[in-house]
């Protein structure tokens, strides 16, 4: 490999920020998976989950917006600006560089109905973050197919790491849907599964008298 | 004052308790009640007020209603005038109209009470409200199963036979869930469904019945609505505060055990309502907060003075927590129940109220495990405001006022000792519980 000089600074920056993006989106959506199942990560309440889902989105968002802009502003190929958002444009690889501009309108949906979500009904909000189960994996071949950084190596081994983990957990959430809790048992699932950690738990009990039965 | 009918609840063959269990004496009272606890039939009901006093212009009346500064009386305390004049002005088909009879609240009975005694000023308010709006589709959402539902047949036909209302009413059943009657969940199970609570936006008032705007009025409020039409703003000022105008229903329990539904005015003493000292005082429901004893003897039942305390009239339920019990174990037994009602599509309310009900047992008992009130404190951060509805607000609420108020109490438990001489059960609680999804039907 060559030195990094000042000319090939940015043309580094966007590979090295679009391989960290590509394993953040990867996280994203895992966890997306499981705040939707309700999953927990050990040592993690539920909540939290939900939490670092949002967090990682936005470092994932980071780091994306860094890897278009110094991909834009690197002399080394030119890509125009509007090519950036609208797909099949770019004069360098078009197909390859496409399907990144079409991963990034979709994740800026994503990112926008997120922020406003208070301002937007449940369902149109959760018919757009289905996106995201589009985004990644034409973020995936934007990447393998644009650079030959992911084809080798330890990156390879990252890529097939990060694919196995996706479907893993999209396999996951598959199983758990068929296995869910009736709705109107949920509660009451989760007040017998504590309830052991209660010692003295009397008033936990469901037969005590002129008490709601948990049933 | 706070005459009014005192009585357990509705229904025939129940004597309503001996009267003049209240101390005062105010003029003008009650409205929404009948003097004597005999129900109101459609012929009394014309004598007392006349027909329900239509307008040509619907505006008329929703001035009315912002100069007579009502509000809902379900709890929110939202201004009933701003309601229906969006309601008005909106565009689109017709709006629906809803009276909202369904009383979820345990420790509530006014609804019930009123509907059971005055159902004319109720449906005189519905039609009123649906005359302002411009709204053909009336319906009146109750629980089902009761004598009050047949009732309440019989007056809506009775109604019809003399030609009184300009909209046919259809009654909607409502589940016996807590739940029951929130906005959302009231317009899903208008529109046939599950009365399970929605994510907003859209509100009812946006798209609600069968995807129409649904206005939705609590019946008190309904009811207080067809009497400002007839005596006007001025008339209902005349009690009250001039923050919180006009009189309301309270459901009060007192530390011995008796239950009643009173009409009194916002402003009035909580000391003349309840037969004070109590322990300890929880008002505005299983959704409210507890107060300390001798807090609740100096204050009156307004939102002036308690929501700087964290509490609320809300559906107007007061309760006064007897010395021989433990304000832990009542309030841990309460939240069990709230947890057990919710409707387990919201995770953090789903998950995080059966902890807290668990975690609020283990601090209801003899030397609690340490950790109990630190989670109960950070589960009740991380749950406030995660709802499709304010089931989870509402929950934390109570138990952050009990961490509060009974922290003498939580001392005690961690020395192996506790208030509570009785165990008999306090504040009153349903039986069931749901068990599928037909149980929100």
């Not at chain 1, 998976?33 to 050990?42: C, D, E, K």
């Amino acid at each position: 490999m060559s030195a990094i000089t000042h000319t090939t600074a940015l043309w580094y920056a966007s590979r090295a920020t679009g391989v960290v993006g590509l394993l953040l989106l990867s996280l994203v959506v895992i966890l997306g998976i499981l705040v939707n199942r309700q999953g927990r990560l050990p040592g993690l309440p539920s909540f939290a989950v939900t939490g670092l889902h949002r967090s990682v989105s936005l470092l994932a968002v980071l780091f994306v917006a860094v890897h278009v802009a110094t991909a834009v502003i690197d002399p080394f190929v030119s890509i125009a600006v509007a090519a950036v958002v609208i797909p099949f444009v770019s004069a360098y690889k078009p197909l390859w560089l496409g399907l990144g501009a079409v991963s990034l309108d979709l994740i800026a949906a994503l990112i926008v109905t997120s922020l406003i979500r208070a301002h937007l009904s449940r369902r149109v909000w959760r018919g757009i973050h289905w996106l995201a189960y589009a985004a990644w994996p034409v973020a995936l071949v934007h990447s393998f197919m644009s650079g030959p950084d992911l084809r080798s190596g330890g990156f390879l081994a990252l890529t097939v790491g990060c694919t196995l983990a996706v479907a893993g957990a999209a396999v996951w959430r598959l199983a758990s849907t068929a296995r869910q809790v009736p709705r109107a048992e949920r509660a009451a699932v989760t007040l017998i599964r504590t309830r052991h950690h209660s010692r003295s738990g009397e008033l936990a009990r469901p037969a005590r008298a002129g008490d709601g039965g948990a049933r | 004052m706070t005459r009014g009918a005192t009585l357990p609840r509705p229904g025939p063959g129940q004597r309503p308790a001996a009267e003049g269990t209240l101390p005062g004496g105010r003029r003008g009272l009650p409205r929404l009640m009948p003097a004597e606890p005999v129900p109101i039939g459609l012929q009394a009901h014309l004598e007392r007020f006349g027909p329900p006093p239509y307008r040509g212009a619907p505006r008329r009346l929703i001035g009315e209603l912002e100069a007579a500064g009502l509000t809902g009386r379900g709890g929110a305390a939202f201004p009933t005038h701003r309601k229906l004049a969006a309601m008005a002005t909106g565009r689109g088909p017709a709006p629906v109209v809803i009276g909202n009879g369904a009383e979820g609240e345990p420790a509530s009975n006014k609804d019930k009470s009123l509907l059971w005694f005055s159902p004319h000023l109720v449906l005189d308010g519905l039609q009123l409200a649906a005359g302002a709006v411009g709204s053909p589709t009336v319906g009146l959402y109750v629980h089902r199963n009761s004598q009050l539902y047949d009732r309440l047949v019989a007056a809506i036909a009775e109604r019809a036979a003399a030609g009184l209302d300009a909209a046919g009413v259809e009654l909607i059943d409502a589940p016996p869930r807590f739940l029951a009657g929130e906005e959302s969940a009231l317009a899903s199970r208008a529109s046939g469904g599950l009365a399970l609570p929605r994510f907003k936006p859209p509100r009812a008032s946006q798209r609600g019945v069968a995807g129409r705007r649904t206005l939705v009025q609590n019946v008190e409020t309904l009811a207080h609505l067809a009497l400002i039409a007839r005596y006007g703003p001025g008339w209902f000022r005349s009690v009250g505060t001039p923050d919180e105008p006009g009189s309301m229903l309270a459901t009060l329990h007192q530390a011995d055990g008796q239950m009643g539904v009173v009409e009194t005015t916002l402003g009035t003493p909580i000391a003349e309502l309840l037969r004070l000292p109590a322990q300890a005082v929880l008002a505005g429901g299983y959704h409210g907060a507890w107060l300390p004893g001798e807090q609740a003897e100096a204050l009156p039942l307004a939102n002036t003075a308690l929501r700087p305390l964290g509490a609320a009239v809300g559906a107007g339920v007061l309760a006064a927590l007897p010395a021989d019990r433990c304000g832990l174990a009542e309030t841990a037994r309460v939240v069990r129940y709230l947890a057990l009602e919710s409707a387990g599509q919201c995770g953090p309310c789903f998950n995080g109220l059966p902890r807290m009900a668990s975690a609020l047992a283990e601090l209801a008992g003899p030397r609690p495990a340490p950790q109990a009130q630190a989670d109960l404190e950070r589960w009740s951060g991380l749950v406030a405001g995660r709802g499709a509805c304010h089931h989870p607000d509402g929950t934390v609420r109570l138990v952050r006022s009990a961490l509060r108020v009974f922290a003498a109490e939580i001392d005690r438990h961690a020395h192996g000792y506790c208030t509570g001489t009785s165990s008999r059960p306090f504040l009153p609680l349903p039986a069931e519980a749901a068990i599928d999804d037909e149980d929100w039907r």
